[in-house]
């Protein structure tokens, strides 16, 4: 693999930048504290095709490869990766359609995805059915109506299709993810939005169906493929949310350096210690490595689908370590003005932390790869 990015790439990784410095940039410190302002970032995202971007033409959609999703996740992510988390669960449910989706299925959900008439959002989570997601109690009876409880689910209020797991069959013991198409969500009750310390633009919320019917087009993966489904779904978000972290990284980096060769202590610049050196090479070198694992991972999605799996928990375990470690370095370098309340370091540095959890834990992800040894 060619581990560089062609000129094309460059130049839409400088495009999606420079939409982000106009449009998202300037939102961050009112999405960090109102995730009401997330639909209007969404809408900006939709008028330019942002939602669509593997989406094939056919459909509406840009048709590029995975790879140029994770370029724009890398630019959100400089600025407010609380977005990028928004996107991993729309985007999810794109690539579960894409690969699994039936032509109906394809011909009805991926035009209005991509057009951002439709919002995807991924259900899976359930109080006692966390990372442990065989362990569901929703249920989905013969007459294709879902009895579901479900938690922490990104973009549940202002989803209008759920990628959602539920057990059926005899004794209930298989199974199943089923689309729930409910663009004006009657039939469904949510829960207020969750209130976290970092990625606070995502909307974020428990939600039910009680009763709800499906329908005859609802069905996505039975039991024979559900499993591979859903951790083809998470690998999707890891890597959109390693991105993010790289991000992350690289705003961390610029922001810290630039501080270190304005302030001046003990008469010279920060710059000029040692010691402040060394930790901005690491940043740099380190938060290289992830951006090239997290590329890998993205490559590997449609050239080597076998190794899809590992490499999405590499990038998202390394990304998220590197971030946490560095954005810490970064508040370090700023000192007092990194950890003033609202400051980009420092909401950095609350939006790494919730990245090593969500769509899998860094102590999951050692799992995976351990298990794959």
Known sequence: ?????????????????????????????????????????????????????????????????FLDLILLCEAVGEAEPGICLTLSSHYAVIELINKYGTATQKSRYLPLLARGEY????????????TDYRAV???C??????????T????????????????????????CL????????????????????????AHISDIKFDGYDLGKESLLCDDANADEAIN??????????????????????????EHARQREQFGQKLSQFQAIQWKLADMSAEGSAARLLTYRAAWSKEEKPEDFLRT?????????????VHSAEAVQIMGSFGILEDSTVERIYRDVRVCQIYEGTSDVQKLILQRML
């Open 137 to 139: 109690q929703s249920k």
């Open 232 to 257: 083809f779904a998470f690998c999707i978000a890891k890597c959109m949310l390693a991105a993010g972290c790289v991000g992350m990284v690289e705003a961390a980096i610029l922001i810290s350096a």
């Open 1 to 65: 693999m060619n581990t560089f990015l062609s000129s094309t790439q460059e130049a839409l990784l400088e495009q999606y930048r420079s939409f982000v410095k106009e449009h998202i940039a300037p939102l961050a410190s009112e999405l960090d504290h109102d995730s009401a302002q997330t639909k209007d970032v969404l809408q900006k995202l939709a008028q330019v095709g942002y939602l669509g971007i593997t989406v094939a033409k056919e459909y509406g959609g840009s048709g590029r490869p």
């Open 141 to 150: 009876s013969d007459t294709n109506k879902l009895q579901a409880e479900k």
């Open 178 to 201: 089923r689309l729930v198409d409910s663009p004006d969500r009657k039939g469904i009750a949510f829960s207020g939005n969750r209130k976290i310390f970092g990625l606070s633009s």
């Open 119 to 130: 919002l995807g959002a991924i259900a899976v989570n359930e109080v006692n059915a966390g």
């Open 152 to 175: 922490w689910v990104v973009n549940a209020d202002i989803a209008s299709i759920f990628a959602v797991t539920a057990r059926y069959g005899e004794n209930d013991g298989q199974t």
């Open 312 to 324: 999405a928990a590499m990038c998202k375990l390394f990304a998220g370590k590197v971030a946490r």
